[in-house]
Nanobody, 122 residues
């Protein structure tokens, strides 16, 4: 089970940190990803991190503003979001990938959290 939290309302230029706590899964062996879905749009990749944390990937739209990290001792993955823009408004989902390769493709992910809403006002 994955439980995402930390969403909320923030002004443009502000920051938020999302958390995703895992239970009942072998968290430390899974790659983790963050995806988002804005109203009326398809779900899109945001960031991913390998099981060890050594490798990270970002969508071009968030590169340099967002940072993904994980604490395997706490079974938690984080998404630090800085310099937020109105176009970052979306429901953010965390997901776990049991495969070997860290990926940006949502169909590769096996477990999904319930989502947390991020709203960025202009």
């Amino acid at each position: 089970q994955l439980q995402a939290s930390g969403g909320g309302l923030v002004q443009a230029g502000g920051s938020l940190r999302l958390s995703c706590a895992a239970s009942g899964v072998a968290f430390s062996t899974y790659a983790m990803g963050w995806f988002r879905q804005a109203p009326g749009k398809e779900r899109e990749f945001v960031a991913a991190i390998s099981w060890s944390g050594a490798t990270t990937y970002y969508a071009d739209s968030v590169k340099g503003r967002f940072s993904i990290s994980r604490d395997n001792a706490k079974n938690t993955v984080y998404l630090q979001m800085n310099s937020l823009k109105p176009e970052d408004t979306a429901v953010y989902y965390c997901a776990a990938d049991t495969g070997v390769v860290t990926t940006k493709f949502d169909y590769e992910y096996d477990y999904w959290g319930q989502g947390t809403l991020v709203t960025v006002s202009s």
